[in-house]
């Protein structure tokens, strides 16, 4: 059974660094595509960073330069470093596996990845 345990999130100031970090188990973690997706009350979620098959990295384009997504295959858990953090990165953060085969991107929250975690929630204040 796939499991996704999301941590790091927290209550920060504007220009703030976090990082979250999901560990995954039931699934042969080395390999597989990992995201990053959020959604904020009364907005829709969107990607925020994909690890995808070839190892390469993509971003939504509202964090690029200020988050980075990486991966320790050892301890099975996938991060994702957030700097400068803005108020409009307020959301819960949820990451995902278990891409479906014939999906290459653009990736899109529930339908593309067969299994997510719960979530952790980020708040950033001005």
């Known amino acids: 059974q796939v499991h996704l345990q999301e941590s790091g999130g927290g209550s920060v100031q504007a220009g703030d660094s976090l990082t979250l970090s999901c560990t995954g188990s039931?699934?042969?973690?080395?390999?597989?595509?990992m995201g990053w997706f959020r959604q904020a009350p009364g907005h829709a979620c969107t990607m925020v960073s994909v690890?995808?098959?070839?190892?390469?990295?993509i971003y939504a384009n509202s964090v690029k330069g200020r988050f980075t997504v990486s991966r320790d295959n050892v301890k099975n858990t996938v991060y994702l470093q957030m700097n400068d953090l803005k108020p409009d990165d307020t959301a819960k953060y949820t990451c995902?596996?278990?891409?479906?085969?014939?999906?290459?991107?653009?990736?899109?929250?529930?339908?593309?990845?067969?299994?997510w975690g719960m979530g952790t929630q980020v708040t950033v204040s001005s």
């Open positions: 995902a596996a278990g891409l479906y085969p014939d999906v290459d991107g653009p990736f899109h929250c529930y339908n593309d990845f067969n299994d």
């Open positions: 039931g699934f042969s973690f080395n390999s597989s595509p």
């Open positions: 690890i995808q098959r070839d190892g390469s990295l």
